[in-house]
């Protein structure tokens, strides 16, 4: 997915572009990939720090049939991360608990994302000790499977 592409090579301008040009025809899209990128246009929001506007986005339920899915982790980790920036701690720990145990339990390649999100949380709440655990979580997984970018991050 390109717009994918442009937010993980930080160009969140044209990543915004391409998810809103998708999302203008909604007649096109089954469920999944309306809220893939509906999921998708909230975390280019939150990255741009339009919070509010990230988690309104966010607001509705996802339909049952989503449940579990990527699309439900990713939205939960937003939640979350929207929550954590807004300063709703409690909040922003039951999305982010809720996305540890959906990767934990069916997609385990994004529990270094959501390691990453809770140490951030642990960060903004000035719990040092525990960001910091987290973060060297994170920095574990990525190395265990060999994926690069977690260093740059300035915990490698």
Request: glycine share 6%; no cysteine; hydrophobic share 50%.
């Given at each position: 997915m390109q717009a994918w592409s442009s937010l993980n090579r930080g160009d969140?301008?044209?990543?915004?572009?391409?998810?809103?040009?998708?999302?203008?025809?909604?007649?096109?899209?089954?469920?999944?990939?309306?809220?893939?990128?509906?999921?998708?246009?909230?975390?280019?929001l939150l990255r741009q720090r339009r919070t509010a506007e990230s988690l309104a986005l966010l607001k509705p339920e996802?339909?049952?049939?989503?449940?579990?899915?990527?699309?439900?982790?990713?939205?939960k980790m937003t939640?979350?991360?929207?929550?954590?920036?807004?300063?709703?701690?409690?909040d922003a720990e039951r999305f982010l608990g809720e996305a540890d145990v959906l990767a934990r339990t069916k997609h385990a390649d994004?529990?270094?994302?959501?390691?990453?999100?809770?140490?951030?949380?642990?960060?903004?709440?000035?719990?040092?000790?525990?960001?910091?655990?987290?973060?060297?979580?994170?920095?574990?997984f990525a190395r265990d499977r060999r994926i690069s970018g977690v260093e740059p991050l300035g915990i490698g």
């Open positions: 969140l301008n044209q990543a915004f572009e391409k998810v809103n040009a998708v999302l203008q025809k909604p007649a096109r899209l089954d469920a999944y990939w309306y809220w893939k990128l509906t999921a998708l246009k909230a975390e280019i996802l339909p049952p049939s989503l449940a579990g899915t990527d699309v439900d982790l990713w939205r939640l979350g991360m929207g929550n954590a920036y807004d300063l709703n701690f409690g994004l529990l270094g994302e959501v390691l990453l999100r809770k140490g951030t949380l642990a960060w903004l709440q000035h719990d040092f000790p525990t960001a910091a655990s987290r973060y060297h979580a994170a920095l574990r």
